[in-house]
């Protein structure tokens, strides 16, 4: 009799986007095959394609890379919780940089998994506030800044030439942030200008934080 293979990696990515919970196993289980990648992937893109439906404007085509990547990015962060080498060195070759260029298609396709990095993070500094895992995964979520919202992130490190270059990617950003009350992100010179457009007449009501005599 054939076993059929367990492919935890899906298991994992398919249950945090149904639940918004990750399952974390009773041991390390890298995703090392190539075949368990694959149907990750094809996961994403249907739920890339199914959230895009409601984005503003032309959304960017799905990248699938960056997805893959994103998706291995947050399931073994979240291992790493508890299963791990003590060394840091270990640690960052496991949760490597997107090889790839950030694209406004990368931007949104990672961000169908890294949305929830914030969350295993705040996790890890429930754990050990001095925990290195922490300082890596803030280094890749100030690159990805779209899945950071409302994170508490430095907004003069980031860079918005890709975000603030296409519509989609753009309104979506200032949705979020108007969304999540981001106050520090709100009064950026490059976010302003859509966010008061965004809100209209109703700022003053809905945001009374911001100021509004600009």
């Keep these: 009799m054939t076993v059929p293979s367990i492919n935890h990696f899906l298991d994992t990515i398919r249950h945090l986007r149904n639940h918004e919970e990750m399952v974390i196993y009773d041991r390390f289980t890298p995703n090392n095959k190539k075949a368990d990648e694959e149907g990750v992937t094809e996961f994403l893109r249907m739920q890339y394609e199914r959230e895009s439906l409601e984005y503003p404007g032309v959304p960017p085509a799905f990248e699938r890379e960056a997805a893959c990547w994103s998706a291995r990015i947050v399931y073994t962060a979240a291992q790493f919780l508890l299963f791990r080498e003590k060394e840091v060195a270990g640690v960052r070759e496991h949760l490597p940089p997107y090889a790839g260029v950030v694209t406004p298609g990368a931007i949104l396709s990672a961000d169908v998994c890294l949305r929830f990095l914030p969350g295993v993070i705040e996790k890890a500094k429930e754990l050990n ?41 753009r309104q979506l950003y200032v949705d979020r942030v108007i969304a999540r009350k981001v106050k520090a992100l709100a009064e950026l010179p490059v976010l302003r200008r859509d966010v008061d457009a965004a809100l209209g007449d109703w700022g003053g009501y809905f945001w009374k934080e911001l100021e509004w005599k600009i």
């Design 129 to 169: 506030p001095e925990d290195w895992l922490i300082v890596i995964l803030e280094q890749h979520l100030r690159v990805w800044h779209y899945s950071g919202i409302g994170y508490p992130l430095d907004p003069t490190v980031l860079a918005w030439e890709v975000m603030a270059a296409d519509d989609c990617v």
